[in-house]
């Protein structure tokens, strides 16, 4: 997995997800630099393909058989970016590639929801561009909230109950599913909690990118703790 040099979740909760498969799986990761989540020239300059294809060299040095960008910039930056940075990596390493973005987009889909309450922690701009591309790539967003937060480090720093918080906020009742985008956001430490309180499913990026990868290497065990999608329902 490749992952934001800022991040501090995507490793230890990634790995606690995967912790029960024991052996029958290893996980690795690499990074790219990104301290700063806007729209500007600086901030989308972080996550040019260019140093996406090197850190997916790097993981392929080690002979992967899934590489993932463990990140959600597609998310705000449209799908066509994370298609190409898919299909250039692919072409690179001959092994199958995904983003979170994407993973969620078929989360969503395997779960059959095709509405549902967007939560982020990021700056309105970027929280709209989101929302934006999710209902271009059909999914309709029926709630919404957001925290303002652009310090990447700091979106690590939110507190559970403020997650949870957040996701109740857009559980409406039209919401099909409850989506939480960042992956440096501990959402799916919360996700059983919140799908407990709410009676809906909790499409987390973090986590649906661990499922994604999972079944991508052929791995369809269940997993408890994390959520329906991981537990088996998708």
Same mark, same amino acid.
């Given at each position: 997995?490749?992952?934001?040099?800022?991040? $501090?979740?995507?490793?230890?909760?990634?790995?606690?997800?995967?912790?029960?498969?024991?052996? @029958? /799986?290893?996980?690795?990761?690499?990074?790219? +630099?990104? $301290? !700063?989540?806007?729209?500007? =020239? =600086?901030?989308?300059?972080?996550? =040019? %393909?260019?140093?996406?294809?090197?850190?997916?060299?790097?993981?392929?040095?080690?002979?992967?058989?899934?590489?993932?960008?463990?990140?959600?910039?597609?998310?705000?930056?449209?799908?066509?970016?994370?298609?190409?940075?898919?299909? !250039?990596?692919?072409?690179?390493?001959?092994?199958? /590639? $995904?983003?979170?973005?994407?993973?969620?987009? @078929?989360? *969503?889909?395997?779960?059959?929801?095709?509405? *549902?309450?967007?939560?982020?922690?990021?700056?309105?701009?970027?929280?709209?561009?989101?929302?934006?591309?999710?209902?271009?790539?059909?999914?309709?967003?029926?709630?919404?909230?957001?925290?303002? &937060?652009?310090?990447?480090? @700091?979106?690590?720093?939110?507190? +559970?109950?403020?997650?949870?918080?957040?996701? +109740?906020? &857009?559980?409406?009742?039209?919401?099909?599913?409850?989506?939480? /985008? *960042?992956?440096?956001?501990?959402?799916?430490?919360?996700?059983? =909690?919140? %799908?407990?309180?709410?009676?809906?499913?909790?499409?987390?990026?973090?986590?649906?990118?661990?499922? +994604?990868?999972? !079944?991508?290497?052929?791995?369809? $065990?269940? &997993?408890?703790?994390?959520?329906?999608?991981?537990?088996?329902?998708?």
């Amino acid at each position: 997995m490749i992952t934001p040099s800022s991040n $501090t979740v995507v490793e230890p909760l990634t790995a606690r997800i995967f912790a029960p498969l024991g052996d @029958e /799986v290893s996980l690795h990761f690499t990074r790219i +630099r990104v $301290t !700063r989540i806007a729209l500007d =020239e =600086e901030s989308l300059a972080q996550f =040019e %393909e260019a140093r996406m294809r090197e850190a997916a060299a790097l993981l392929a040095d080690a002979g992967m058989d899934v590489i993932a960008w463990n990140g959600t910039s597609g998310s705000w930056q449209g799908l066509a970016a994370d298609e190409a940075l898919v299909a !250039r990596v692919q072409a690179d390493t001959g092994v199958p /590639v $995904t983003t979170s973005t994407l993973d969620v987009l @078929e989360a *969503c889909r395997t779960l059959g929801v095709t509405s *549902c309450g967007l939560a982020t922690p990021y700056l309105a701009e970027i929280h709209d561009a989101i929302a934006r591309t999710y209902a271009a790539a059909g999914l309709r967003i029926a709630a919404s909230a957001h925290l303002g &937060v652009t310090v990447n480090r @700091e979106f690590a720093e939110i507190p +559970r109950a403020r997650i949870a918080a957040l996701l +109740r906020k &857009v559980a409406v009742p039209d919401a099909g599913a409850l989506v939480s /985008v *960042c992956t440096n956001l501990a959402a799916a430490a919360v996700i059983d =909690e919140v %799908e407990r309180g709410t009676g809906r499913p909790v499409v987390d990026s973090l986590a649906a990118t661990a499922w +994604r990868t999972l !079944r991508l290497a052929g791995v369809r $065990t269940p &997993v408890p703790g994390f959520g329906r999608l991981l537990a088996g329902d998708g």
